[in-house]
């Protein structure tokens, strides 16, 4: 039986997205996450609730160096038939993070997270990655400032990785928390865009898939906001407020739900490089930013990122050269 990998798979959406995946697939999970404090009771409760098998992998996605032991604790539970064929891997931890923060490895904590721990996982293992598998990452309409979703957070700026690793530092003014988390959802896309260019190069028949889970209450999103709009964003009257102002919304079972399709339904083993997205009860294909069909970014962030995270000659996937 396949595995999927998914990050934040035991809280939110990727919680709700394994709970489908086990229930309607019947897929092995890999639960990767900070504490498998956290993590390993989720994942006993869903083995035993489902039948499937559920391993587990710590993970801060923050740290390059944790990245490098979770994945190579990934290839020796793959090598010794602890964890069966990678089918998919789902970027889908994320955090936005209100002050400025760096992490150990002196990023900014909010694009070191969202974009530069996945774009790390995803070079340590692609290549065991099945033939016809699956990668999706977890993005938001927030990137797109031209949407309501955009403004609101506060628009995405230029993906530049070098600036954004270093946002704040020198004396130069920080960018709002907004903005540093609509930007590095900008570069998850630009990243799904980038890799469907190099897998099709390869000639590797998996896909790439983008998607928008939309505003969904009850996530870890806003766990950093004041109690009070922790409150307000659960109640009927602000999700009816969020329609009217045009937000593209989302719930936390639809949304989880959609993730599990995109990773394992046969009707989505072929939109590659492609953006879709949960709103309000459909999941649909949709155009995404202007900014995030522009080629020449998209490969100035990945070569940046490969810098940043100091992929080593023997680490780079031969999938994505």
Known sequence: MSTILITGGHGGIGLECSKYLAANYHTNLLLAGRSLERVEPVALELARTYGVKVSTL??????????????????????????????????????????????????EETFATNHLGHFLLLEL?????????????????????????????????????????????????????????????????????ELHRRLRRSGSAITSIAFDPGSTAGTGFLRAMPTPVRWLSRTAFFNRFQKRLGITMGSIEFSGASLARLAADPAFAEPSGKYLQSNNGRLIETRSSVISYDEERALKLWDDSKLLVHLRPHEESTLLR
Do not use: W
Not at 77 to 104: E, H
Not at 134 to 149: E, I, L, Q
């Open 125 to 193: 293992l692609m290549d065991r990655v099945a033939e016809r598998g699956r990668v999706v990452f977890t993005a938001s309409g927030t990137h797109d400032p031209d949407t309501v979703d955009g403004k609101l957070v506060g628009a995405a700026i230029e993906p530049d990785a070098v600036m954004l690793a270093n946002d704040g530092k020198e004396g130069r003014k920080p960018t709002s928390a907004g903005k540093r988390y609509s930007t590095s959802k900008l570069c998850n896309v630009l990243t799904a865009y």
């Open 58 to 107: 710590e993970l801060d996605t923050s740290s390059l160096a944790s990245v490098r032991a979770a994945a190579a604790r990934c290839h020796a539970l793959l090598d010794d038939g602890t964890v069966d064929s990678l089918q998919a891997i789902l970027c889908n931890a994320g955090a936005r993070v209100q002050g400025l923060n760096y992490s150990l490895d002196g990023y």
